[in-house]
């Protein structure tokens, strides 16, 4: 079993900055990938970013040239950096990790971008 603890998230401005933390704990061997996923207001629940353990990256197209996504191994953390937010990034954003053939979800952090 993993355990995700996430943190961050709030209320912003329109073209400000966020950054989400999500610490992982427990049985641990090797998370690939981790990442970060929404679920705005009425949708599905879609993919904002992940990264593999060698530091590959992907993106939703929505969101690139604003959104970093970076993990630390030594601590298990992945982090989103978000900058230039806008209205339409407002929602719930799960991180997300694979451990072997397991997938884990964080428990959410409320992102708001007021316009």
């Known amino acids: 079993q993993v355990q995700l603890v996430e943190s961050g998230g709030g209320l912003v401005q329109s073209g400000g900055s966020l950054r989400l933390s999500c610490a992982a704990s427990?049985?641990?061997?090797?998370?690939?990938?981790m990442g970060w996923y929404r679920q705005a207001p009425g949708k599905q629940r879609a993919l904002v970013a992940t990264?593999?353990?060698?530091?590959?990256?992907n993106y939703a197209d929505s969101v690139k040239g604003r959104f970093t996504v970076s993990r630390d191994n030594a601590k298990n953390t992945v982090y989103l950096e978000m900058n230039g937010l806008k209205s339409e990034d407002t929602g719930v954003y799960y991180c997300?990790?694979?451990?072997?053939?397991?997938?884990?979800w964080g428990q959410g952090a409320q992102v708001t971008v007021s316009s």
């Open positions: 990264i593999t353990i060698c530091g590959n990256t």
């Open positions: 427990g049985n641990i061997v090797r998370l690939n990938p």
């Open positions: 997300y990790v694979r451990e072997s053939f397991y997938s884990y």
